[in-house]
């Protein structure tokens, strides 16, 4: 089932995993059907893989910056090494770039400060939030993969679908 065509074209199927597998990471949870859920499961899973098993991958570059009156100074900065930078772009590639949104009641100078120096905001909680996460549940128990779970729902009204919920665990 989890390579089930869903009855829907070529383009239209993997815009549809793309978009749910975005929502699941973004949301952490999302509600669909069973047969969907597979194969976002399928497709979430080989993604949250890749993104830890890169994750930590950073080498460390000086650069000059110039500041002001064209002072100039070293400055360390941290880089994605070259596994991670692959991983990052894979990743990139297949996710659509979902942002962020302002908050109610959020001012805009708020939310400017919040978000600056973030143009990737899905990509970095992959690789900030998930992976280490996820990277520390491999180590105590010793098991990769399993990062998502089905939970079953009643049957759809109208066309009798079973629905479920898939989340990130």
Not at 34 to 46: H, I, L
Not at 110 to 121: D, M, V
């Amino acid at each position: 089932m989890a390579n089930s065509k869903l009855g829907l074209p070529t383009k239209e199927r993997i815009a549809l995993i793309r978009n749910q597998v975005s929502h699941l990471f973004w949301y952490g949870k999302i509600e669909t059907t069973k047969a969907r859920a597979k194969s976002v499961q399928s497709k979430a899973e080989k993604l949250l893989t890749l993104a830890i098993n890169s994750y930590d991958d950073t080498v460390t570059v000086t650069k000059m910056i110039k500041g002001a009156g064209d002072v100039k100074s070293d400055r360390e900065v941290i880089n994605d090494g070259p596994k991670k930078l692959a991983a990052r772009r894979a990743i990139m590639s297949y996710l659509y770039d979902l942002q962020e949104q302002r908050k109610e009641k959020e001012s805009k100078a708020l939310f400017k400060s919040r978000t600056e120096g973030i143009n990737h905001p899905l990509i970095e909680k992959i690789f900030n939030v998930y992976a280490p996460k996820y990277a520390e549940r491999i180590k105590e128990i010793g098991i990769g993969g399993g990062y998502t779970r089905i939970i079953n729902l009643d049957k759809r009204r109208g066309d009798n679908a079973e629905r479920v919920i898939i989340e990130l665990i």
